[in-house]
């Protein structure tokens, strides 16, 4: 009888097989996945890949990393930048969307203009229609059952354009990653009721947190901002003159963690490693609703901040985590 090679060990998701098909998968020597939700303090999720950008910093960091990635082309070019961490075992890329039904096949929209803005709702992705964008067809999975398959991590970066919420309701309030972050502050009262207890808004451009008094990065950033943007023919000169460099290294300085550059377009540090204070749910309702004031009352005040579309008027990613 001949040893059976990698090619001849098949992997199939527990989920395929309730009852007694579960049984016969192991008679026919097929390996169920299921974890039971295990938690593993040295895995991340990283939900809406984009371009590989997160998932790198989070291997530097000497994570492993589930990717979840719903445009194919991304996944392909990832399949060549990782090729080395996936041979490895630092890394597995799931090349499907995230919906409510397991198994479906969903319309997704690619923007054409910027990746990251690319979704399942199509006035999303086309920022509604004028942005160039076209249809693919994308295989799903139930968030729940990619939980199940590799357990609970240690943090979760979910991005995925109007539809983050899926992948927090399907947690498990008994079973919470330590962190967690989503790009839509609508979902604080759900991470709330969850079980998170404290919580930073960070801003997508330069990683700084929305808190009163303004750290001293934002001070600076704040002041690196106004002589980018002063067009005082004294402040021009000033540019002329060298002080584009220094603005730069400002800007430069406020993206650099441990000798890590954060690429414009990543999601930035996360966990503990995010400068500012932790607040709780109360004191961070009060806060956003403060800079929501200053944002129609003195819009110069938060060049650090710089405005979002409607849904996320900050550019903001709301973290948690739990005491």
């Known amino acids: 009888m001949k040893a059976m090679d990698e090619d001849d060990i098949v992997t199939v998701d527990a989920g395929s097989f309730p009852g007694n098909e579960q049984r016969m998968a192991t008679l026919f020597g097929l390996q169920p996945q299921n974890n039971s939700m295990k938690y593993d303090p040295k895995l991340i999720y990283d939900v809406g890949m984009n371009n590989g950008d997160d998932t790198a910093y989070y291997m530097w960091r000497g994570f492993r990393v589930r990717a979840i990635e719903a445009n194919p082309e991304l996944v392909q070019n990832a399949l060549t930048r990782f090729a080395r961490e996936i041979r490895t075992g630092r890394l ?9 039904e397991q198994g479906s096949v969903l319309p997704f929209w690619i923007c054409d203009a910027d990746s990251r803005l690319s979704s399942f709702d199509r006035g ?16 799903c999975r139930g ?44 979902l604080l009262d759900s991470l709330y009721k969850l079980g998170f207890n404290y919580f930073k808004c960070i801003t997508q451009r330069h990683y700084l947190p929305l808190q009163l008094p303004l750290t001293v990065e934002a001070s600076r950033l704040q002041r690196a901002e106004w002589l980018q943007q002063n067009r005082n023919p004294l402040i021009r000169a000033f540019r002329k003159l060298g002080g584009r460099h220094w603005i730069e290294r400002q800007f430069n300085r406020i993206r650099t963690r441990d000798g890590w550059l954060f690429p414009h377009g990543s999601s930035g540090p996360f966990g503990d490693d995010l400068p500012g204070r932790w607040l709780s749910y109360n004191e961070l309702s009060d806060t956003y609703s403060r800079f929501l004031r200053l944002r129609w009352q003195s819009p110069r005040s938060l060049l650090w901040a710089p405005g979002g579309i409607l849904s996320n008027p900050f550019n903001i990613d709301l973290h948690a985590c739990r005491a």
Do not use: T
């Not at 597995?92 to 409510?100: D, K, P, R």
């Not at 999303?124 to 295989?139: D, F, T």
């Open 92 to 100: 597995m890329i799931l090349n499907v969307g995230i919906a409510e």
């Open 124 to 139: 999303l992705a086309s920022l509604n229609g004028s942005c160039p964008h076209h249809e693919i067809r994308v295989s």
């Open 143 to 186: 968030f729940r059952s990619i939980l199940e398959e590799f357990g609970v991590p240690f943090y979760m970066k979910v991005d995925i354009q109007g539809y983050d919420y899926l992948c927090v309701k399907d947690l498990d309030s008994q079973q919470l990653p330590k962190f967690i972050s989503v790009s839509d502050i609508n």
